[in-house]
């Protein structure tokens, strides 16, 4: 990582550090615009996205804009104009092979001609399709309806 990108980085974890934010920061946008002849101008206000998933504007001190200047006069050459600084690493959560399937009783004149009117049923725009039996790994088995939000165990 270049040193000017470790300065900014290091000037905005000390001054979130002293800002009452309802959660951590993950990650902040950042853009500059180089088109200036006196230098290169940047937003003052970065927007952040919380660990929780919500998104705030951040007006943040000198300290930050100098910091975002020499990066920006070290990078003149490459144009470096927007990207994201990421200050934390969010997990993603484990994943799980799960069996899921639909069911639902169908005319037809053969196994074919039932798949294919099952799968347009489920395709189909305001489909009631929204009823699945979820197979963990473990055996453990859920009906999820997705229009009510609902999970219910099954046996």
Same mark, same amino acid.
């Given at each position: 990582? *270049?040193?000017?990108?470790?300065?900014?980085?290091?000037?905005?974890?000390?001054?979130?550090?002293? %800002?009452?934010?309802?959660?951590?920061?993950?990650?902040?946008?950042?853009?500059?615009?180089?088109?200036?002849?006196?230098?290169?101008?940047?937003?003052?206000?970065?927007?952040?996205?919380?660990?929780?998933?919500?998104?705030?504007?951040?007006?943040?001190?000198?300290?930050?804009?100098?910091?975002?200047?020499?990066?920006?006069?070290?990078?003149?050459?490459?144009?470096? #104009?927007?990207?994201?600084?990421?200050?934390?690493? *969010?997990?993603?959560?484990?994943?799980?092979?799960?069996?899921?399937?639909?069911?639902?009783?169908?005319?037809?004149?053969?196994?074919?001609?039932?798949?294919?009117?099952?799968?347009?049923? #489920? %395709?189909? #725009? %305001?489909?009631?399709?929204?009823?699945?039996?979820?197979?963990?790994?473990?055996?453990?088995?859920?009906?999820?309806?997705?229009?009510?939000?609902?999970?219910?165990?099954?046996?």
């Amino acid at each position: 990582m *270049i040193p000017e990108m470790v300065d900014l980085i290091n000037a905005v974890r000390a001054d979130l550090a002293e %800002r009452a934010l309802p959660s951590p920061v993950a990650t902040l946008a950042v853009t500059l615009d180089h088109s200036y002849p006196e230098g290169p101008a940047y937003d003052e206000t970065l927007t952040a996205t919380l660990l929780d998933g919500s998104s705030v504007e951040i007006d943040f001190g000198s300290a930050i804009a100098d910091e975002l200047i020499e990066l920006a006069d070290a990078n003149r050459d490459t144009g470096l #104009q927007e990207f994201t600084i990421t200050l934390i690493k *969010i997990p993603s959560p484990p994943t799980r092979s799960y069996t899921v399937s639909w069911v639902i009783d169908i005319e037809a004149s053969s196994h074919r001609e039932a798949a294919e009117k099952a799968w347009a049923a #489920q %395709r189909r #725009q %305001r489909t009631t399709a929204s009823v699945f039996t979820v197979e963990a790994p473990d055996g453990t088995r859920v009906e999820v309806d997705l229009t009510e939000d609902t999970e219910t165990p099954t046996a």
